[in-house]
């Protein structure tokens, strides 16, 4: 019996970090409340510092879905950025790099990019472009050999834009092998429609 006490309370105790970690529901209460006393100041920091956690851990759960870098590849660390200076919405990226060649791979959500990016594969075909299948998904590549950079667009609904941009690249299979690297079903369960 009492070890069953003992367990309890360590495992309370280990429990309780995690909800302190939680300063969301507290800063939104404060927010309310200076709002509510003509604080407009205050509620605006109040919010903006839970709205920067939020994305903070959303950015942290969807680096996990991000294609992992191809065999030889450094990995940068992942950045997650607000976007609420051009439209709003959230970008999670990470670069890749090899000798001189360069990956960038960018998830960017509930961003006027998303409806600009629907906007270009509708202008499909464009100069050095294809249509590409990832998964049961249809995404297009544009491939410049000469240059040796291309790019794979693909979206996701209306709400999610997945991006890989290379550079000094062997070839665009480079790019197609890191596409298939998305995880396209947790993205999906973590950002319903």
């Known amino acids: 019996m009492r070890r069953v006490a003992l367990a309890l309370c360590l495992a309370a105790l280990l429990a309780a970090p995690a909800r302190a970690a939680d300063t ?7 927010a309310r409340a200076a709002h509510g006393k003509g604080d407009l100041a205050r509620a605006a920091v109040e919010l903006e510092a839970a709205l920067a956690e939020l994305q903070a851990r959303l950015g942290k759960q969807l680096a996990e879905f991000l294609p992992p870098p191809p065999a030889g590849w450094q990995a940068e660390p992942v950045e997650t950025q607000s976007l609420a200076g051009t439209g709003g919405g959230l970008a999670v990226t990470r670069a890749y790099g090899r000798d001189d060649g360069t990956l960038n791979i960018s998830l960017i959500i509930d961003s006027p990019a998303v409806s600009a990016a629907v906007a270009q594969l509708a202008a499909f075909p464009q100069p050095n472009g294809r249509k590409v ?10 491939w410049d050999p000469q240059g040796r950079n291309g790019e794979v667009l693909m979206v996701l609904g209306s709400r999610i834009l997945l991006q890989i941009e290379g550079d000094n690249l062997a070839n665009s299979e480079v790019l197609s092998e890191v596409a298939k690297g998305w995880n396209l079903a947790g993205i999906r369960k973590a950002l319903p429609q």
């Not at 969301?24 to 404060?30: C, E, G, I, Q, Y």
Request: hydrophobic share 40%; proline share 6%; no cysteine.
């Open 24 to 30: 969301v529901p507290a800063r939104l209460d404060a």
């Open 133 to 142: 299948k990832v998964g049961n998904e249809e995404a297009s590549m544009r």
